[in-house]
């Protein structure tokens, strides 16, 4: 299966989104995420791209079809859940762009596209002049009844990347897992890289 890659911003955002909302929403299901998310809602989170000229959504395609996707934005546009461990840490957050979610449907793992999307992201970050790229990840129990008895964490494929975990720097979000009647909160943790440096 050979993928091909577009990187897209503002107008040229509109016409994917019903595609990368169910993709969202199928991919979103497994672990780590667990998450109970719906169509109504993944259009509406999506839709705000169209509208930040800065913002970036890189997507994988096999033929005609939508099979992986990765976004980023500068903090600055982003929650402000996402800003505070910036703010506190003595970050300037408009010197922050910031990698939000990356999605691919498992028959096309291994097949380089989370290097792609990181490459992307980082040359749009670059080309907009931010100086610190970042991204967070949900911190799951070891002993998590729902985690994979196969599953490997990604720190050792973010490494390579260049990125480096930061204890100093978490959040938290609520989502409802799946087969839970309610939200829970769930710690994120954060990983940056100096563009200055790379």
């Known amino acids: 299966m050979s993928l091909a890659f577009q990187v897209l911003s503002g107008a040229a955002v509109e016409s994917v989104v019903p595609d990368l909302a169910r993709l969202r929403v199928t991919v979103f299901r497994d672990w780590p ?3 109970e998310g719906s ?3 993944e259009r509406k989170y999506l839709a705000k791209y169209i509208k930040l000229p800065r913002a970036t959504i890189v997507i994988a395609k096999d033929g005609d079809a ?5 976004t ?7 929650e402000a859940e996402l800003r505070k461990p910036f703010v506190d840490a003595g970050i300037d957050p408009m010197d922050v762009y910031y990698y939000g979610e990356s999605v691919l449907l498992a028959e096309y793992r291994g097949q380089g596209a989370g290097v792609r999307f990181f490459v992307e992201r980082e040359k749009r970050a670059r080309e907009l002049g931010f100086k610190l790229a970042t991204f967070c990840g949900v911190v799951r129990p070891k002993d ?3 985690r994979p008895a196969d599953y490997v964490p990604l720190d050792a494929f973010w490494t390579k990347r260049g990125f480096t975990p930061r204890g100093d720097l978490t959040a ?3 989502w409802r897992d799946l087969g839970d009647t309610a939200p829970t909160a769930k710690p994120m943790a954060f990983w940056t890289k100096d563009l ?3």
């Not at 939508?66 to 990765?70: K, P």
């Not at 980023?72 to 982003?78: C, M, N, Y």
């Open 39 to 41: 169509l109504d809602y």
């Open 144 to 146: 998590h009844p729902a």
């Open 72 to 78: 980023a934005l500068p903090l600055t546009d982003s």
């Open 66 to 70: 939508i099979v992986g996707a990765s």
């Open 196 to 198: 200055a440096k790379a």
């Open 172 to 174: 938290s979000f609520e």
């Open 33 to 35: 995420y667990l998450y």
